[in-house]
Every structure is written in structure tokens, then in C-alpha cells.
């Protein structure tokens, strides 16, 4: 009988050996793993860092060209403004009538359009 068992026996110490081999090696991949574990958070951490410095880099520098933008957009509406206050006034000296008669129509349109809107 002893003999009818003996294979069994070897095959469950053989599994019983593979467990241990299995088990030593889960240990080691836990230690590697946190062996390793905060140089990846340094890497992960620095690699962010880096990344968030990049986009306030962007950021900054699309907000001065933004700035520079409506800068020029400012100027330029202001000296098309003055221009054409300059060509109102010319024009207002050189022909009163035409100017008061422009100004009154344009002001009668308006008030057409702005009425119409609040019914």
C-alpha cells in the first residue's frame, strides 16, 4: 500500500515545493516593489513638476501675448476713434447744415430701430 501512495506523496511535495518557490517568489517582487516604490513616486513626482512647470510657462506667455494684442487693439481704436472725431469736426465745419441733417437722420433710424425692439 505504501507503494500506491508513494506517488501521490512525491507529487504533493513536488506541488508543495512549487508553492514555496512561488511564495519566495511573490516575497521578492513585494520587496523589489517597495524597494522601488518611492524612487517611482520621485520620478512620478518630478515628472509632474516638470509637466506643471511647463504649462504655467505656456500660460503665462499666451496671457502677455493676449495682453500685447488687446494693447494693440486699444491703440488702434483709439486712433481710428480720433480720426474720426477729426473728420466730424472738418466736416461739421466745412458743411453745418449737411452735418445737422446727418445727425438727425441718423438718430431718427436709431430711434426706429430701438423702438421696434420693445414691442
Known sequence: MTAAIDPVISDAKSTLDDAKRTVEGAKKTVKTGREQAPEIVRETKDALNSRADQVRSQTSQAADYA??????????????????????????????????????????VLGVLLSGRRR
Not at 486699444?74 to 473728420?87: H, N, P, V
Not at 458743411?95 to 445727425?103: E, G, I, S, V
Open 67 to 108: 495682453a500685447e494684442q488687446l494693447e494693440q487693439a486699444r491703440l488702434l481704436a483709439t486712433e481710428q476713434l480720433e480720426t474720426a472725431r477729426a473728420y466730424l469736426a472738418e466736416s461739421m465745419k466745412e458743411r453745418p447744415l449737411t452735418a445737422t441733417l446727418a445727425a438727425l437722420g441718423a438718430g431718427f
